[in-house]
């Protein structure tokens, strides 16, 4: 008769994450950068000099076990704190009683998950106790602390970077979960070879994922004469899809759209739509990547192939219309045509030069033959007057200048030698040599006169 793991009572109703949550150093798995024999942070720890830190790494990566190690070895008070059901008034509560304890000779190390959860009137309450020593700020977070942190207390505050799990460091942990007794070293699991590495794979360098995934698959298998049998079946349903790590408004948002965007740029369609995936698997909203690909049809082909702007305006209003998943192609349509386009950035750089004249320099008013004189009053005032209209030329071209004085003679487009520019490039060329020649020839006139 096969029995499920469901008709046994699962330890006492604690998640396996939290079960074989490692309780010393010596259990840690990864950050050997931080922790590793004589790293500083292990030093630190061991010492027990803990001064106020951010933790500051992706979901998994051991940013709370680490604070929970901490306490466990120091001989400070330590007080848990999350961010996500406390405000001002819990925090001066806390504040209140390690200023008693500080008065007694006592520190207070606290710790606050989700740090940056809090905003600056909260992080504010933390300032003046960790200034006066009150307490130890341990703060832990998955955001940016350069974004997410008041200056003034990151300032206060030394900042270790974790790092996402490698495979194998997951593969590992999996591997003590299934023998310790804590996890399920007391059943007898068998999995098939390889399956370890697929959940390890499948977590992307998140612990806690991958310890979910493992008790998932372990819950849902059957068992039989005691024994727990994984199959590859059990196994795949329970890691159909993956989470990917993303936040749409935090760093790794903006760490994504550059790889795409730099991708591109470096004509490596592979890249570039492998960027594209991740953003749009993740939940990305299309027309956000839309518009990023008109920007850079733009700023990074430009005139070297007007056509990239065409496509990404149409890969835009093609993903307006029928939406995820059915626009993921269109949008492949316009990075791959975008990636492989030849580039210029002589646009970008154009405007950009303009800008800088435009913000830092007088500004001067529009030349009187470049202005409209709609009224008779702006026409006694001199509007409009040397006005030539071009196309009564025979060239189409005349002689008039359009930048105010201070500016004659600033190039601010350069058109490049790429693409469908090359015939921009010449074109520019004819018509700078044809004012040139002509203006010399004015020059003459007026000397012989």
């Known amino acids: 008769m096969q029995q499920s793991l469901f008709d046994r009572p699962n330890m006492d109703g604690t998640p396996l994450a939290s079960r074989i949550r490692p309780r010393d150093l010596s259990e840690f798995i990864g950050q050997e950068h931080l922790l590793g024999e004589g790293k500083v942070l292990r030093n630190l720890i061991e010492r027990d000099q803990i001064s106020s830190m951010i933790f500051w790494g992706p979901p998994g990566v051991g940013k709370t076990t680490l604070a929970r190690i901490i306490a466990r070895r120091t001989k400070a008070h330590f007080e848990d704190f999350s961010a996500v059901t406390s405000g001002v008034k819990e925090i001066r509560e806390v504040m209140a009683q390690a200023e008693k304890r500080r008065q007694l000779g006592e520190v207070t190390i606290l710790f606050v998950d989700e740090i940056h959860r809090f905003n600056k009137a909260q992080q504010d309450a933390f300032l003046p106790f960790v200034e006066r020593g009150s307490i130890i700020l341990i703060g832990a977070t998955t955001e940016n602390p350069s974004f ?10 030394k900042v270790f970077v974790l790092q996402a799990l490698t495979t194998e460091d997951v593969t590992r942990l999996l591997a003590h979960a299934l023998e310790d007794p804590r996890g399920f070293g007391t059943r007898r699991v068998e999995l098939e070879e390889g399956s370890l590495e697929l959940m390890a794979a499948f977590a992307n360098g998140d612990a806690r994922t991958a310890l979910n995934t493992l008790e998932m698959v372990v819950l849902n298998s059957p068992q039989e004469n005691g024994v727990i049998r994984v199959t590859r079946q059990v196994l795949e349903q329970c890691i159909n899809k993956k989470s990917l790590l993303y936040d749409k408004k935090g760093e790794e948002h903006y760490n994504l759209i550059s ?16 960027w594209l995936a991740r953003m749009l698997e993740a939940g990305e909203d299309p027309l956000y990547v839309a518009r990023r690909l008109i920007r850079f049809a733009s700023e990074d082909v430009g005139l070297a192939d007007s056509r990239a702007l065409e496509i990404a305006v149409a890969a835009y209003q093609a993903s307006h219309f029928i939406g995820m998943p059915e626009c993921t192609v269109n949008l492949t349509h316009a990075v791959v045509y975008l990636s492989m386009a030849p580039k210029s950035n002589a646009l970008y750089t154009a405007y950009e030069a303009a800008r800088q004249d435009a913000q830092k320099m007088i500004a001067e008013p529009v030349p009187l033959q470049i202005r409209n004189a709609p009224t008779e009053l702006m026409k006694e005032l001199h509007y409009g007057q040397g006005y030539q209209y071009a196309h009564d030329a025979p060239d189409k071209l005349t002689l008039m200048d359009c930048l105010p004085p201070s500016l004659l003679g600033r190039e601010y487009y350069k058109p490049t030698a790429q693409g469908s520019e090359t015939r921009v490039k010449e074109r520019l060329e004819q018509i700078k040599e044809w004012k040139r020649r002509n203006r010399v020839a004015d020059r003459t006139e007026e000397e012989q006169s």
Request: contains cysteine; hydrophobic residues 40%.
């Open 259 to 274: 790889a795409l965007h730099k991708s591109m740029r470096n004509s490596d369609p592979d890249a570039a739509v492998y």
């Open 148 to 157: 997410e942190i008041n200056s003034a207390l990151l300032s206060r505050c």
